[in-house]
């Protein structure tokens, strides 16, 4: 088994009202979250990594013209649970996380990826900030709102 590369991308999912997607995690029942998901390249381009991610975990298929990922130009450096770590090399012990956001029709179908996930549900921006696990996931939520206005 490959080890997992310590960069990743964070996709905030929301609908024009800034409504959100939450999706809770098969391995962690209760613990929810954005799409977040690893380089599977060193050399992977961020957008070709949240473009993957994003179809991978909710089906659904950024084609740049109806639905375009945002990349907030936003790096968040955090300590892996340790939980997680052993997913990574020896003495990794932090993954710097890039923030991405799409805006979506609310009708859009979600299908989930059975091993990652469990149920999802949109939630309004302060409740899912309020829900997710990850700090860095919440804080990216609550700037929701700043990077929807800043086309």
């Not at 990743?8 to 009202?17: E, Q, R, Y």
């Not at 997607?21 to 998901?37: C, Y």
């Not at 939630?123 to 990216?140: G, H, I, R, T, Y």
């Amino acid at each position: 088994m490959s080890h997992k590369i310590p960069e990743s991308v964070l996709v905030v999912i929301h609908t024009a009202d800034l409504d959100v997607l939450l999706i809770e995690r098969a391995d962690r029942p209760g613990f929810w979250q954005s799409v977040t998901g690893s380089l599977d390249r060193p050399d992977e381009p961020l957008l070709e990594t949240a473009t993957r991610e994003l179809f991978e975990e909710t089906g659904i298929v950024a084609d740049g013209e109806r639905i375009v990922l945002k990349d907030w130009l936003l790096s968040n450096v955090y300590e892996i649970y340790q939980t997680w770590r052993h997913r990574y090399a020896p003495g990794v012990t932090h993954n710097t996380e890039h923030v991405f956001s799409v805006c979506v029709p609310r009708d859009i179908p979600i299908t989930l990826a059975p091993r990652e996930h469990l149920q999802y549900a949109w939630l309004p921006l302060l409740e899912a900030a309020d829900q997710c696990f990850s700090s860095s996931n919440a804080e990216a939520i609550l700037q929701l709102p700043r990077h929807v206005d800043d086309k």
